[in-house]
């Protein structure tokens, strides 16, 4: 069974930190792994994203705030929250992607992340 587990998440204060984790099982060598966010209504964004080689890309509403890394062995995943602010409250997702010649990705179950005084 191919699984993302994300962990980590919960309520913060603004100005706070917060460590997402997601551990993967089930499947290996993944080309990319990501952090995404859905608002209530809204559609899935991502937030950040990186490479097996470590390229990352970020949204540009966390760049500065927010580090996502990987532990390619472990087949896990981070995403380090910094300054955390009410705008990013949101449910977070893992999603990994791979394949060579069939693609395939997944995602994890989402764990809410709350910033609030």
């Known amino acids: 069974q191919v699984q993302l587990a994300e962990s980590g998440g919960g309520l913060v204060q603004p100005g706070g930190s917060l460590r997402l984790s997601c551990a993967a099982s089930?499947?290996?060598?993944?080309?990319?792994m990501g952090w995404y966010r859905q608002f209530p209504g809204k559609q899935r964004e991502l937030v950040a994203e990186?490479?097996?080689?470590?390229?990352?890309n970020y949204a540009d509403s966390v760049k500065g705030r927010f580090t996502i890394s990987r532990d390619n062995a472990k087949n896990t995943m981070y995403l380090q929250m910094n300054s955390l602010k009410s705008e990013d409250t949101a449910v977070y997702y893992c999603?990994?992607?791979?394949?060579?010649?069939?693609?395939?990705?997944?995602w994890g179950q989402g764990t809410q992340v709350t910033v609030s005084s």
């Open positions: 089930g499947i290996f060598n993944f080309n990319t």
């Open positions: 990186i490479t097996r080689g470590g390229v990352k």
């Open positions: 999603n990994a992607k791979g394949g060579i010649i069939v693609t395939w990705e997944y």
